[in-house]
């Protein structure tokens, strides 16, 4: 085991000493000192399953377009159909580059007509930032701001998550549908943004509250304590993974990078093409007239014993290298070792047999549907 | 936790438990608490010859996994099987926890491994822990 080599300071979330005063184990993700294990990765991602958990995302980017040209270039930059959305609502979308391949998945809020925050990448944000300049450099009528360090970002998660922030605001989040947000007050602060979002395949909740120290110190405990009677625990990078990998979703640098594309990472029902230009929309309406992608994204289910990981070459059983695994662990809640991985599309077809080498040798696995858990929704 | 005295530790964090010509072997503490939940173990088979400071198997968690170098040269004599299905008992108590057992090919080989104190000595300068 290693020590990563850190050649420049690490940035830190507001929460940083508390995490590290509660002995959560830190990693550099991104460029940042975040907490990968809090108290214990497999019974965080459990209570998040069955109960609820809270996770530090301030890592994350926030930049906000305001102006009569705000809608204009958010449509330009992001590939879903941001005129679509009421205020209040939000969509996954993504940023591309010309050829189709991707800057970054991002979620698009509508805060007001003329107003609308992007929610970005943690390591994309200085990239983001900046390819954002480029595409909107000239556009008229519209004003950027990066916002990233100005919140701190917790997300509150699982079955129990809005009864535990219920008890912290006067605003009924039962009102609040998946995807959708409001302003409330939160713990005594006012206008705290509420989001139903996530990255964990649960329902749950997304607040941006001051990032001052104190304040997001005292949010902290209090979601921790108003969670208490459901079990809650505080979280890391390492349930968040785990989480949205069973949930089959995407993290930048694994499922999506500069070199694939809308096509190949299934995402291609949030590319809208038909809603105007957009950065990528050339590529992508090419890809789709030769045919479509040749190789996508498969989820895979290990059949005999070992754990295909991050990088782990794909091969036909034949003996044929078909591509690698992008994200690969076991998944604590399933139970079974999973995995997502791109192979050419003839073998992406659901039960075919394919091997993944594990440190030299060749250990079956199945392709299967992605995602490989989808929480049972409330039937009212 | 403590490290016990009686045992001899590797670098790269396994410990060696020698009972005259034969020993368990295991990971030690550290190792166990920074791989977090551990899901998998990969050992060798009994007759198999491991070699000093070479890889002999494989530990994983949920999110990494990492080779297991044997302390000393020798002859595997048992497996610990209880481990393929409870890996998670490696976590709960690293240092009775054995992976194998092994004939040592030459005793004095443990000699040039670290005491617990070492171990310990190393730790806090590799880590800062």
Not at chain 1, 111 to 129: F, M, Q
Not at chain 1, 221 to 232: K, N
Not at chain 1, 299 to 317: A, N, Q, T
Request: with cysteine; charged share 20%; net charge negative.
């Amino acid at each position: 085991m290693s020590e990563p080599t850190v050649s420049s300071p690490l940035r830190k979330t507001a929460l940083n000493a508390v995490h590290r005063a509660a002995k959560s184990k830190m990693v550099d993700f991104g460029g940042w000192d975040m907490p990968v294990d809090c108290c214990g990765l497999v019974a965080e991602h459990i209570a998040v399953r069955t109960g609820v958990g809270v996770f530090d995302v301030s890592h994350m980017g926030d930049i906000q377009f305001r102006g009569p040209g705000s809608l204009a270039a958010v449509q330009k930059l992001c590939m879903n159909d941001a005129s679509k959305l009421a205020v209040g609502q939000a969509q996954y979308s993504a940023m591309l580059y010309p050829n189709g391949t991707f800057v970054d998945d991002v979620v698009v809020h509508k805060l007001s007509e003329n107003d609308y925050l992007i929610v970005i990448n943690a390591g994309t944000r200085e990239k983001d930032v900046q390819w954002v300049r480029q595409v909107i450099g000239g556009m008229p009528g519209v004003h950027m701001n990066d916002f990233s360090d100005y919140y701190t970002q917790l997300a509150i998660q699982g079955p129990r998550a809005a009864e535990t922030l219920q008890k912290l605001t006067s605003t009924d989040l039962s009102a609040i549908k998946n995807y959708w947000f409001t302003w409330g007050q939160v713990c005594g602060l006012h206008n705290v943004m509420i989001a139903r979002t996530g990255y964990t395949g649960e329902d749950g909740f997304e607040i941006y509250i001051p990032s001052d120290e104190p304040t997001s110190a005292r949010v902290w405990g209090e979601v921790l304590a108003a969670g208490a009677e459901f079990g809650i625990l505080a979280c890391g990078l390492g349930a968040r993974n785990t989480l949205r990998l069973e949930a089959g979703m995407a993290l930048y640098g694994h499922e999506i990078s500069d070199t694939i594309n809308v096509f190949e990472a299934g995402l291609g029902r949030y590319a809208k093409l038909d809603k105007g230009d957009f950065v990528g929309r050339d590529a992508l309406m090419e890809i789709q007239a030769a045919g479509g992608p040749k190789r996508k994204l498969v989820g895979l289910e290990m059949i005999e014993r070992g754990i295909g990981r991050d990088g782990y070459p794909v091969f036909s059983l034949d003996g044929k290298r078909l591509g690698e695994i992008t994200s690969g662990s076991p998944g604590p809640f399933l139970k079974k070792n999973i995995a997502m991985a791109y192979v050419p599309v003839e073998f992406g077809v659901l039960d075919t047999e394919v091997a993944v080498e594990i440190r030299g040798q060749r250990v079956k696995a199945l392709v299967v549907a992605l995602p490989f858990y989808k929480r049972a929704r409330k039937s009212t | 936790m403590a490290y016990p005295a009686t045992y001899r530790y590797t670098k790269e964090h396994e410990w060696i438990q020698v009972d005259g010509s034969t020993g368990n072997v295991g990971i030690t503490d550290y190792a166990q608490d920074s791989l977090g939940d551990i899901v998998f173990v990969d050992l060798p088979k009994v007759g198999d010859a491991v070699e000093a400071g070479k890889t002999f198997g494989s530990v994983e968690s949920v999110k990494a996994v990492s080779d297991l170098f044997s302390p000393v040269s020798g002859k595997v004599t048992a497996v610990n099987e209880s481990l393929k299905d409870k890996p998670e008992t490696i976590n709960t108590d690293a240092n009775t926890t054995w992976l194998l057992k092994i004939t040592l090919a030459d005793a004095k080989q443990v000699d040039g491994l670290l005491t617990a104190a070492e171990y310990e000595k190393f730790l806090s300068e590799e880590t800062g822990h």
